[in-house]
């Protein structure tokens, strides 16, 4: 049974910096793809980041430059590196995987991953 569990989600001032980790067991996704999502209470999730296939990454236009996602094959984790921090960027992060390879457009797409972590909370202060 594949599960994804995140961490790292705590309260920050804007301007800082967190990281987000997301373990994945039962499957290494190593030919797959992962997804950042975030999500408002009352808006559709959002995607923030993803990796694919040998490394690709791909950014939101409102992450691009700030957040940096990576992944540790051999731990099958993925991390979100998150900098200068705003409080727009306040949210439930969502890790989220498939075992099938991507291409660039269906990155962006909740449906197209199949796991989803529980999601972490990132509350940015002003």
């Known amino acids: 049974q594949v599960q994804l569990v995140e961490s790292g989600g705590e309260l920050v001032q804007a301007g800082g910096s967190l990281r987000l980790s997301c373990t994945a067991s039962?499957?290494?996704?190593?030919?797959?793809?992962w997804g950042w999502f975030r999500q408002t209470p009352g808006k559709e999730r959002e995607f923030v980041a993803g990796t694919r296939g040998a490394g690709n990454t791909l950014y939101a236009d409102s992450v691009r430059g700030r957040f940096t996602v990576s992944r540790d094959s051999a731990k099958r984790t993925v991390f979100l590196q998150m900098n200068s921090l705003k409080p727009e960027d306040t949210a439930v992060y969502y890790c989220a995987a498939t075992r099938r390879g991507l291409i660039l457009s269906s990155q962006r797409r909740p449906v197209e991953y199949d796991y989803w972590g529980q999601g972490t909370q990132v509350t940015v202060s002003s």
């Open positions: 039962g499957h290494t996704f190593n030919s797959g793809a």
